[in-house]
């Protein structure tokens, strides 16, 4: 079984009986405020594993199928069956973590602020599925048609925008940082993936 079939399982099965169980959800959920005083950072972890209904669960754990079944099986070309899912699996579970990180900075005095949701981690997955394929055609809003390079572009220019103008209660900072974390662990994994990107983006086969 695939590493990120056993992430979305896992998910799944923290995240429903959450639904109903306000204890459980309490106590994972991002909670700066609680983090810097009880110590609590595992927090920046446990909240990836909650959402806040069917569809918040549902949309996230199908992009992370979509997207990283591929990056995973990327992980395996480049660094070998095992290794590569070890990392793959390391690099979701950090990119959750930091893109957490920034906002409990932000909000540690701001008692009201709470964020769950694997979409950090999910972002990172998709910036790093971009650094394999950057010409690959996706689908903005699954209708509109764009290569891989140009929908990472707007979308890191419309998280980075709506972190700051945003009133939508939606964790723009996690999708930002998220984004921008799993290109870097990516890359710190294995360097010369950005000279391949960069290959890829000057000889590969823009859609037009």
Same mark, same amino acid.
């Given at each position: 079984m695939s590493v990120t079939i056993i992430i979305v399982a896992i998910t799944c099965l923290i995240s429903i009986p959450a639904f109903k169980n306000r204890s459980l959800f309490d106590q994972f959920k991002h909670h700066p405020f609680t983090e810097k005083r009880e110590k609590e950072y595992y927090r920046w972890l446990t909240s990836g594993?909650?959402?806040?209904?069917?569809?918040? =669960?549902? #949309?996230?754990m199908f992009v992370l199928y979509q997207f990283g079944s591929a990056v995973e099986t990327?992980?395996?070309?480049?660094?070998?069956?095992s290794t590569g899912a070890i990392l793959y699996l390391?690099?979701?579970? =950090?990119? #959750?973590?930091?893109?957490?990180?920034?906002?409990?900075?932000k909000h540690q005095d701001?008692?009201?602020?709470a964020a769950i949701g694997a979409s950090g981690g999910v972002s990172g997955v998709l910036m790093s599925y971009v650094l394999f394929n950057p010409w690959n055609m996706l689908g903005l809003f699954f209708v509109i048609p764009m290569p891989a390079i140009v929908f990472a572009i707007l979308y890191l220019g419309y998280e980075s925008w709506a972190a700051k103008n945003a009133k939508d209660n939606i964790g723009h900072d996690a999708h930002f940082w998220g984004a921008v974390a799993g290109v870097i662990i990516t890359l710190i994994f294995k360097p010369s993936i950005y000279m391949e990107f960069v290959r890829s983006l000057l000889h590969g086969s823009p859609w037009w």
């Open positions: 594993f909650l959402h806040g209904s069917e569809m918040h =669960l549902g #949309i996230n990327e992980f395996q070309g480049v660094f070998g069956t390391v690099m979701y579970l =950090l990119t #959750i973590v930091l893109a957490n990180t920034p906002t409990y900075f701001n008692l009201r602020y």
